[in-house]
């Protein structure tokens, strides 16, 4: 299993921006999946999780602001980030993992979020 996370980039406190995470595999509906994010000095994070009936959950720090989805046909995986903050600023990483899996298993390679004040 691959992941390729994608959409990262510099926005302004208060703009938007959507993580695209591609998954290499058709069983893709099969998947759980997830973001994580991990800031400068700080420790990794749960974002948001998508199962693989579409049931979603978030950290209370993005609740509200953050919307995962997920597009079984496509493969992909997404976070729509509205809202932004300067706090929101890390390194975003999608994963997933099967229902057997206790923890997450497969990881994509990251992608910048920077939000400036």
């Known amino acids: 299993v691959q992941l390729q996370a994608s959409g990262g980039g510099l926005v302004q406190a208060g703009g938007s921006l959507r993580l695209s995470c591609a998954f290499s595999r058709s069983s893709f509906r099969n998947y759980e999946m997830g973001w994580y994010r991990q800031a400068p000095g700080k420790r990794r994070e749960l974002v948001a999780t998508?199962?693989?009936?579409?049931?979603?959950d978030y950290s209370d720090s993005v609740k509200g602001r953050f919307t995962i989805s997920r597009d079984n046909v496509e493969n992909t995986m997404y976070l729509q980030m509205s809202s932004l903050k300067p706090e929101d600023t890390a390194v975003y990483y999608c994963t997933a993992k099967t229902a057997l899996n206790a923890k997450y298993r497969y990881w994509g390679q990251g992608t910048l979020v920077t939000v400036s004040s």
């Open positions: 998508i199962s693989s009936r579409d049931t979603t």
